[in-house]
């Protein structure tokens, strides 16, 4: 079992949870180094994981399905939500010390619930750019 079912917490908190874990687990497969998990930005902004493939930085949107039935990971990273990522990177980007060659946003979507032995795993790259006027910051 894992450590957060010990707590109270809402089960599509729970889903939300696992299903990072097991991102960041396949981040790692892939040759990625976490640098944070569930990254606080301000008072409203948070990026799910933030890793590094060689010099260049992803910030990683991890979307957790018990289905197939609620849409794609796509659809639920839409106009409001990308503005929100690029805002929280934009930040991230101005604080760290070590400025990377390039960055990018992917999407990873697992399919599953807590529990699962084999969940679907889909990992889309370069899903999305960063804004146009968050740019200046980079």
Sequence with gaps: MF?????????????GLWGEKIAARELRRAGMRILGQRVR?????E???VARD???LVFVEVKTRASEAFNRPLDAVDHKKRH????AAAKYLT??????DSF???VIEVIGKPGDRKPTVRHIRRAFEMERHYMTVW
């Design 104 to 106: 990018r946003f992917d």
């Design 95 to 100: 604080r760290i010390k070590e400025k990377p």
């Design 41 to 45: 930005i301000g008072r409203r902004d």
């Design 54 to 56: 060689g010099r260049e």
């Design 3 to 15: 450590w957060f079912f010990k707590r109270n917490i809402p089960e599509h908190l729970i889903t």
């Design 47 to 49: 990026l799910d994981l």
């Design 84 to 87: 929100t990522l690029c805002r």
